[in-house]
């Protein structure tokens, strides 16, 4: 499973009320007529900005959910929301362990030490990542900005420093 997440704000001037309510119509329009290959999508309140979480089956699912998103019934909702936002950044997460959650919790980004194998890296999160209700990912083929991993957890945690954790609170809206 792959996830394409996009991050963003509202802009200047843009009441947040109005700003959920597009992202929430914008969701709820793709949802209502799935592209191939499309398993859901959320928009989170992370930190001071929000994340647009897309899951799909493969990287095969990516074209036809970016045609889907802009054109036909969808364009009108995606283009009001479009003029709200700003600073937006994506990126390419890999589903690595765990399940997708959808729930309120908290989102850790970290990075793999430098001079580490994955293999070691994986190794060291085992404490943490063979616990059922935490997730893994791990950024594509460099697609988005830094770090490279994110750890999708229900509470905050105490994760190895030399990894470089940033905690961020992650609420559906």
Excluded: C, Q
């Amino acid at each position: 499973m792959l996830a394409y997440v996009f991050f963003h704000h509202a802009g200047p001037g843009v009441e947040i009320g109005a700003y959920e309510t597009a992202l929430r119509r914008f969701h709820a329009s793709l949802a209502g007529a799935p592209p191939s290959g499309f398993v859901g999508s959320t928009t989170y309140r992370i930190g001071d900005g929000y994340g647009d979480w897309y899951l799909v089956d493969s990287s095969a699912a990516l074209d036809p959910l970016n045609e889907a998103a802009v054109s036909g019934a969808r364009s009108a909702t995606h283009d009001s929301v479009a003029h709200m936002a700003a600073d937006g950044a994506g990126k390419l997460l890999m589903l690595v362990t765990g399940h997708p959650r959808t729930e309120p919790g908290f989102e850790i980004r970290l990075s793999k030490p430098r001079g580490m194998s994955y293999g070691d890296f994986y190794k060291r999160l085992e404490p943490w990542t063979d616990r059922a209700e935490l997730t893994l990912w791990r950024r594509m083929m460099v697609l988005g900005p830094p770090p490279e991993f994110l750890v999708i957890a229900p509470s905050e945690l105490e994760l190895p420093a030399e990894m470089a954790p940033e905690t961020l609170r992650r609420e559906p809206i």
